[in-house]
């Protein structure tokens, strides 16, 4: 009787942390993406302002260049600050892939400002993507901290999970942005982003 009483125990608890595993996969893309700064080295202000829990609501488009034959990161803030860093030795040897094509955005929501959210995005509209395919509909963000295509011209709250607020339907098959998963360790610390 004991043992039936613990057998119905663990599968309770097996199929409860089955079900939350699963709608946390649902919240992340399983789309590659792999980056790793070390902000505590470059000391980047225009990152810096978006991996700040104290400014909620300031986002971060990051992509990668080359600059005189040099891996080069650039990064555009929605508050109009922008800037460069070369990559050094340690950035050089890191494996990195910045969402489906060359671009990311991070920063904190202002949805819950006593307990905001770091989100890290791909800089790809994913309707567009899910039906064309292609990757060059790039994100331009502004400073509400909202997300626009160009191309399909939705817009997305980059503040509450990346959902669509015009232009589509909360039913569409990619209602909201690819979202990847995200840690930092404060504004002048490490930034992961890492599927």
């Given at each position: ?23 946390a ?57 922008s ?91 990619a ?21």
């Amino acid at each position: 009787m004991l043992k039936t009483v613990f057998a119905a125990i663990v599968a309770a608890v097996a199929a409860a942390s089955l079900v939350s595993c699963s709608k946390a996969e649902d919240e992340f893309s399983d789309e590659p993406c792999y980056f790793i700064f070390d902000n505590s080295v470059h000391q980047d202000a225009t990152l810096a302002s978006a991996m700040s829990a104290m400014t909620p609501g300031v986002f971060c488009h990051i992509s990668e260049t080359k600059r005189s034959g040099a891996a080069t990161f650039v990064f555009r803030n929605n508050q109009g600050l922008s800037s460069e860093k070369r990559a050094n030795a340690v950035d050089q040897q890191r494996s990195r892939r910045l969402g489906r094509r060359n671009g990311i955005i991070v920063g904190y929501g202002n949805a819950d400002i006593t307990n905001p959210v770091f989100y890290a995005y791909d800089a790809q509209c994913p309707v567009c993507y899910s039906g064309t395919g292609l990757v060059d509909r790039s994100l331009t963000i502004d400073s509400r901290g909202v997300a626009t295509c160009d191309n399909c011209h939705r817009t997305y709250d980059l503040n509450n999970q990346g959902f669509i607020m015009s232009g589509g339907q909360s039913g569409d098959d990619a209602s909201k942005l690819t979202r990847y998963h995200a840690t930092t360790s404060g504004e002048f610390g490490v930034l992961a982003v890492t599927n």
